[in-house]
């Protein structure tokens, strides 16, 4: 479901020297597989997310997605595609403050058909305990309820890989367990591949698979 092999990015610096940020041989996670990426900060953890989505190319090497190879789209289609088939939780949200929690998980529907789905956004809304905030904008709600409409608007699609990065980063310690708990069961139902990225020991030792990006990437283990 996503694969990916030989897969590499660079940055330029200021002085025209390269960055190496990414040098991953394989990585593959099955439809339904939930994995943890951990890592210390700065090691490539969100760049790893963007090339998945394809908000970035890679230098080198191919990403697929239920069988699209996402760097060999144009930019339009790879935003399309992002849309219909990619789920996106960031840890800042990037909720629209003038819409409603129901009007920006219909929002998001709109990039990929431009159909939107009010059952399925009130249904989706629902599931992560927000029934009774359906018609309140961000300002009024909680951070742990912002980051539940914005898990909420990542599935919106039936997406095919949800991407998580910290998605309890900025959020209280009360509220933490339940927006993992909300990702984990809401993939679990609809066979989604869960790719989090979390700095967080208790994060991680929830899931069964987890992986150091330290060890996939070959950039960090030359370093060391």
Not at 27 to 45: D, H, L, R, T
Not at 82 to 87: F, N, P, S, Y
């Amino acid at each position: 479901m996503l694969e990916l092999r030989q897969v590499t990015k660079s940055f330029t610096l200021p002085d025209g020297s390269p960055l190496h940020v990414l040098d991953i041989e394989h990585f593959e996670a099955k439809a339904g597989e939930q994995v943890v990426i951990v890592g210390q900060s700065g090691c490539g953890k969100t760049t790893l997310l963007h090339v998945i989505a394809g908000i970035c190319r890679p230098d080198t090497g191919r990403v697929l997605i239920d069988g699209w190879d996402v760097p060999v789209l144009s930019e339009a289609d790879r935003d399309q595609f992002r849309a219909a088939k990619i789920g996106y939780v960031f840890q800042t949200f990037n909720l629209l403050p003038a819409f409603s929690a129901l009007e920006n998980v219909m929002i998001g529907m709109t990039f990929a058909d431009g159909r939107a789905d009010r059952d399925r956004a009130r249904m989706l809304l629902e599931r992560v305990g927000l029934n009774h905030r359906l018609t309140h904008k961000p300002a009024q709600l909680s951070v742990g309820e912002q980051q539940r409409v914005a898990v909420a608007r990542a599935l919106a699609n039936r997406p095919k890989v949800l991407l998580a990065d910290e998605p309890t980063a900025n959020i209280d310690t009360g509220n933490q367990q339940q927006v993992i708990d909300m990702l984990r069961g809401a993939c679990e139902d609809e066979n989604v591949v869960l790719l989090l990225v979390t700095h967080s020991p208790e994060v991680a030792g929830q899931f069964e698979r987890v992986e150091r990006l330290e060890e996939i990437n070959r950039v960090l283990v030359k370093r060391s």
